[in-house]
């Protein structure tokens, strides 16, 4: 592996020094998405053992705290990558999903959106950092796009009257803001808050996967009992 892959990555206030426990806080907080993970597959065996493509959700959800503990432990370039994949892997496959479960649309329509929508995330950054050059936002920029994803999905969701998840997306878009402000701050408040407010970037996240994952779980129950086809 090449020795850049190795090179130390320092973002966060908690972390002092490189080594692998310099952000216990950080890195043990990444249990919440295995607990959410957890809660879902459980709500998953019990009521929707058919629904796979919400189980891959449950898998990659775990994944996340697993790619995210590895970055705030190892520290480096290869950990990066261990840590922001499965994110991705995760917006596009719920957006995916919302796209063919919730608003209806025919697997060639909603791969196109899907594809629609990751080349706007690919190409937001530069369109951000144009109209606002400097301002970064501690890094989290890159996540503007989901969030707008999921309030646009979610009142798309209720005016075609798909109120169950057309809420819980917009009260995953409201848990989701308050999580980036967390984030955003971080290294603006070493200096008060020597832990910094990373941390919180985890809890919420954790939050805001368990509210999609298990408003798939509920849409797709309901589907199945009234035999809607997908």
Known sequence: MNPSWFQSIDSYCERLDPSFWAEPV????NGFFLLAAADAF???KTK???DWPVLWLIIVAAIVGIGSFLFHTFANRWSLLADVL???VFIYSYF??????????KIVPAIAVTLAFVAFNVS????????????GLNGSVGYLPALMALATVGSACLLIGMK??????????CVFSLSLFFRSIDSAVCSALPLGTHAFWHMLNALVLWILM?????????ERLLHVPR
Request: net charge positive; proline share 6%.
């Open 86 to 88: 499965p994110i991705a």
């Open 164 to 173: 169950q998840p057309g809420r819980a997306l917009l009260w995953a878009a």
């Open 26 to 29: 950080n890195a043990v907080s």
């Open 214 to 222: 298990n408003a798939a779980l509920v849409r797709g129950s309901e």
């Open 96 to 105: 995916l999903l919302a796209m063919r479960r919730y608003l209806r649309l």
């Open 48 to 50: 929707g053992r058919s």
């Open 124 to 135: 937001f950054g530069r369109l951000w950092f144009g109209l606002f050059p400097g301002v």
């Open 42 to 44: 459980w709500t998953w």
